[in-house]
Structure formats: C-alpha cells, structure tokens
C-alpha cells in the first residue's frame, strides 16, 4: 500500500441494522467511496454473544476499557523486544511480526480475526472471552518479563566482556594481543613490563628506553600490538629497577600497563566469552520464534477486545434486540476530516443531543468524554503505528 496515503490506524466502528445489517453496510460503504476512496473499508463480523442485565454490560464495558490499554500495552512490549532482539535487522521486525501463524500480515487479516480464536468466542457468558483474554495475556506479559531479562543479562554480560577487549591500549584486555614468549616468567631478577607508546614519541621510545633506568636489559623492546594512537610495547629489567622505570617513562609520556601475564586467567576470559557468546546465539532463535508467536496471541487479543468493546457498546448505544453491522476502516492520510464529516452526516441522527452540542462547539465531529472520543457511531481506534519502526 502507499505509505503516503494510508494510515495504519484503523476505525473500529458500528451503526444499528436498517432493513439489514447489509445494507448498513452498503450505505457506509458507498458514502465513504464516493467522495475519492476516504478510507478502505471491511465489514467486522463478530459473533453473537449472550447479552446479560444492563448493569452487568456497564459493569463490562468499564472492565473492558481496563483490559484493552493492559492487552495494547503488552503488545507494544513484544513488538519493542523483538526490534530490541533484531538489534542491526530492525528493518525485519515487520516481517517477523506476523499474527495468525503468519499466513497474513496483521493489516491484512485484521476484519477476520475474530473468528480465528475459539477460545475467545462463547455464548454462554459475556465473561469467558474476557477472561481468557486476561489469563491469556497477563501469562505473555509474565513469560516475556522473565525471557527478557534472563536474554539481557547475557547480552549485558556479553557486551562487558566486549568493551574489555576492545577500547584503547590503556584499558582493554590484553588476553588476545600478548603471548607467552613476549615475557620473561619465573625469573629471580628479571620482569617484562608491557608500555604504551604514544605513535608520535615511537621515535623518542627507541632511543631512550635503555636508558630509562639502570638494568634495563639492551634490545629488549618489541612493537606487540598497534592501534590508532599507540604501540604496545614490551621491555625487559630487572625487578628492582621496576619504579624507577616507570617513574621516568611517565615523563616522556611511555605508559606502563599494570599487567601480570596469568595465562589460566586469560584462557578462563576466553572461554567465558566463547560460553557467553554461544549461549546467546542458541537462544536467539527460540526467543524470536517465541515472541512471533506470542505477539501473534497477543495482538489477536487484543482485536477480541476491541470487538467486545464494540459488541458491549452497540448494544448498550442501540439497544436490543442486538441488531447492529461492525466496519472496519482504514482512513487515507490526507481525507481524514472530510471522512470524519461524512460519517458524521450518516449517523448524526443517533444522538440528538451529543449532535445539539458537537453542532455547538466543533468543526470536526467529536466530543472528548473522558479522554473517549465521543461519536454518534460507536468508535474505537486501533492505533497500529506502534509496530513501525525506522
């Protein structure tokens, strides 16, 4: 679809039955295609439900509110995990979040969802949807909080080790640079100091460091490692010169690195990071299969609760017996006031007195009760941008 003119915000709306909900149906439909295709439009069939006391439907309509931010927010965070999980792929995360077992992108299969869940769907009681969507997600919302954070502190540990193997000379790990024959080991009198050499005093180092000290043993230093600024440099002298040495080798700016080479510690900081490293590629798969999954239930969720949302409204707006056509549409970009007034002019007439005051008071029809938009339809917004990423 073209990015530019259409929206993936979606209008979850309903209007009573005239003669038939089809032809409800048409009359939107022709109205909002009339005026340059204003929006896409589907019908959103959702099934019968058991209708309870009005008290009860008021009751569930104030609980629904509740449960559709928690079920958008837990969809927010699987959706934001997967892009922090994709890390250098987030361009992917699209493509990965596909609901319904990924037959069809989630814009696509939105107006069929309803009927793809069973669990959610029952006649006996307006209850049992809403609390398997609430069992359903809170479960997500709980697994996520626990795979998220054990994911993280091997990645945060995996980066530490990281940062201690790269960086300046000054501060990373030495572990992959320097090598046994670079040292004298186990000598009475004899120690090899590991020096960092600034690029442009490499001359000074040549000519001065025997000199730096008494018992500096001759042609000892070599050139290790280089890295944009600087030489690592080992040398050789006897212990006892040791402060000396590095108290002159400061004045020329020659750094000497407080290293002691132990090679069972840096064969141990190999091996944990090989061990680090292989435990987050073997997670990684079964953790981005687990969130499409679960933003697949999550996001199939929420669009139960929209639709009951609507279910519950229409009855208690429209009355009974339950007699109304459930639409889904897609708003161009550009029209979205004009589609606003032509849905406007086609339901006015079902709320006088909300007329009397949007009539009043706005040019665009829409009163905002309670941070609700207030519509003579019934109008729920189902905000999709929030699985967009740049």
Partial sequence: QDKDTKMTEFWLISAPGEKTCQQTWEKLHAATTKHNNLSTNSKFNIPDLKVGTLDVLVGLSDELAKLDAFVEGVVKKVAQYMADVLEDSKDKVQENLLANGGAKLFLVFLPHVFHTKQKYCSSSSDAVPFLFVLKGVNQIDNDLKARASAYNNLKGNLQNLERKNAGSLLTRSLADIVKKEDFVLDSEYLVTLLVIVPKS??????????????????RSSNVLFEDQDSYLCNVTLF???????KHKAREYKF??????????EMKADKEEMNRLSTDKKKQFGPLVRWLKVNFSEAFIAWIHVKALRVFVESVLRYGLPVNFQAMLLQPNKKTMKKLREVLYDLYKHLDSSAAAIIDATMDIPGLNLSQQEYYPYVYYKIDCNLLEFK
């Fill in 201 to 218: 005093n490499y001359n000074d180092w040549v000519k001065q460091y025997e000199t730096l000290a008494e018992m500096v043993v001759p």
């Fill in 239 to 245: 212990r006892k010169a040791v402060d000396d040495f």
């Fill in 255 to 264: 750094m000497v690195r407080d290293f002691q080479y132990n090679e069972e």
